[in-house]
């Protein structure tokens, strides 16, 4: 199975992210609004025995919600050669918080540790094979300034599943994040 950890959006942040998604502007692969989720760690093909270690690894997670704050829409992995649509996060402490909390958990577990610094983000489009000059107007065109923050107080460990489609996620199992302390 193929599994990664998550937090996931209000559903009113979810409506008003979507209403950035524009097919006829963007020849992309969207994604669909009920799959949007912001990914703290991607863990990959897992046995079913290593997957009960990581779903005992959500119940030892140690921070407080996760205050997400939007700067706009950009791409993965670079402007220069973008392959994926998104709305960009604030690398808030809250959010770096969790982030480091769920990774110590899972490394416990067996995980091993990401070599790549964390962009948190919530992906719009797959954007294949796209131009950069296409993707730049789009950006340029579509305004993304007043997009909502929110608040994550629980965490999820997901299994996705591979479609022709696009990947559909499921959760396997969730733990909580205290409110944060003022």
Not at 11 to 28: F, G, M, N, S
Not at 101 to 128: F, Q
């Amino acid at each position: 199975m193929r599994l990664f950890t998550a937090l996931d959006l209000p559903d009113d942040v979810r409506a008003q992210y979507a209403a950035l998604q524009d097919p006829d502007a963007l020849d992309a692969r969207w994604t669909s609004p009920s799959q949007f989720h912001v990914t703290l760690r991607f863990i990959g093909e897992t046995e079913s025995d290593q997957a009960a270690e990581y779903e005992n690894a959500i119940a030892t997670i140690d921070a407080p919600a996760a205050k997400c704050v939007p700067y706009g829409l950009d791409v993965l992995p670079s402007r220069r050669s973008p392959s994926v649509l998104i709305v960009g996060l604030e690398r808030r402490a809250s959010l770096l918080s969790v982030y480091r909390s769920i990774s110590n958990a899972l490394e416990a577990k067996g995980l091993e540790p990401e070599s790549r610094k964390y962009r948190p983000h919530v992906t719009l489009a797959r954007l294949g094979d796209l131009s950069p000059e296409t993707v730049h107007h789009f950006l340029d065109t579509h305004d993304a300034n007043d997009l909502p923050s929110f608040t994550a107080t629980r965490v999820h460990l997901f299994e996705s599943t591979l479609r022709p489609d696009g990947a559909v996620h499921e959760r396997r199992v969730s733990g909580s994040l205290p409110p944060p302390q003022d």
